[in-house]
């Protein structure tokens, strides 16, 4: 268990020709083994560079360390389609962010329970922020 912010960079950046890893709709999955170095409790960056095709309603996981339907862990995705949304114990927070395959979008999420920050940022630009809420620690799958 870690007390203290921690930095978790996924870049989808295994290039092919320079062309990066597809997130198309029904894309393929990179998936990490469960580990407790993953179960962050009261701080989480997560970014990652996205260029994504057109994408369903429900949009595609970027970064997911969460149970689904739930609020536990954290989840970073382009929930509603190509939108950008941060889920965690404090609920979620979302940008109608417009993702498309026309460049590269640096995104990132954090949330920080002691500083109380759960926030978006697109291309380095703060874009959306929730203050309100308990901000408790985040929970984790076992």
């Keep these: 268990m870690h007390d203290t912010s921690v930095v978790l960079v996924c870049c989808m950046l295994l ?3 320079a ?4 997130l198309p709709p029904q894309g393929p999955v990179l998936e990490s083994p469960s580990d407790p170095a993953l179960d962050l ?6 970014e990652a560079w996205v260029r994504a095709q057109p994408q369903p309603q429900a949009g595609a996981r970027l970064i997911d360390r969460h149970e ?5 862990g954290y989840l970073l995705d382009t929930h509603p389609g190509n939108s950008l949304r941060l889920i965690t114990s404090n609920g979620a927070v979302s940008y109608a962010a417009g993702l498309d395959a026309s460049r590269w979008w640096h995104v990132v999420g954090v949330y ?7 926030k978006l940022y697109v291309d380095g630009q703060e874009v959306a922020a929730k ?9 984790v799958r076992d």
């Design 41 to 46: 409790r009261a701080a989480v960056t997560l």
């Design 112 to 118: 920080d329970a002691a500083a109380r920050v759960q």
């Design 68 to 72: 689904s339907g739930t609020n536990n």
């Design 131 to 139: 203050t309100d809420g308990e901000f408790p620690q985040l929970t």
């Design 19 to 22: 062309e990066g890893y597809p």
């Design 15 to 17: 290039a092919v020709a």
